[in-house]
């Protein structure tokens, strides 16, 4: 019994690097050094006693490094998926239930992004007391404000409305 062959399957190794979960999302592929606004986009700042186990900058096949994010005892909304995307245009997310990846998806970019983000131009309307909800376009390096043109290519998760 030889198990020589598994060797060029270096992805599977690396996936030993961060605890297996029950039940949750695992969230792979993420860029590396993006995993912590992976867990801004979630709402999880450990408070509210969240398991999450995160490993960044893991070597990885697909880029130089990457990062990956398991939460134990959820399962992503499109949503979520969709902002998600946002910064993490290459992840995989896994639907891990009683130890199994029950599903298994590539994020999708959406065409825009309807009251997730907030446009960092203090004059456009959809900052100021009416009630406008924001709306961007998905570029393909950034979002694009609908209303006020503003492009953002960085940053995007600290415009994330929470
Ligand atoms: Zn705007």
Redo the contacts with the bound molecule.
């Keep these: 019994m030889s198990d020589e062959h598994d060797h060029h399957d270096g992805d599977a190794d690396h996936e030993l690097r961060v605890s297996k979960i029950r039940d949750g999302t695992v969230i792979d592929h993420v860029r590396g050094g993006q995993a912590l606004n992976v867990l801004a986009i979630l709402g999880i700042d450990g408070t509210n006693g969240e398991e999450v186990s995160v490993g960044m900058n893991v070597p990885s096949n697909r880029f130089a490094r990457k990062d990956i994010v398991k939460v134990e005892g959820r399962e992503l909304s499109q949503d979520e998926v969709d902002v998600l995307s946002l910064i993490a245009p290459d992840a995989t997310i896994n639907i891990v239930r009683n130890y199994d990846v029950v599903e298994k998806h590539r994020v999708e970019r959406p065409g825009v992004v309807e009251g997730v983000l907030s446009?960092p131009?203090a004059g456009?309307?959809?900052?100021g007391d009416e009630p406008v909800i924001?709306r961007f376009s998905v570029l393909e390096d950034g979002v694009r404000?609908s209303?006020?043109e503003?492009i953002v290519r960085d940053e995007i998760a600290s415009l994330i409305d929470t």
Excluded: D, L, R, V
């Excluded at 456009?124 to 900052?127: G, K, Y």
């Design positions: 446009c131009n456009c309307i959809t900052t924001s404000c209303y006020c503003t």
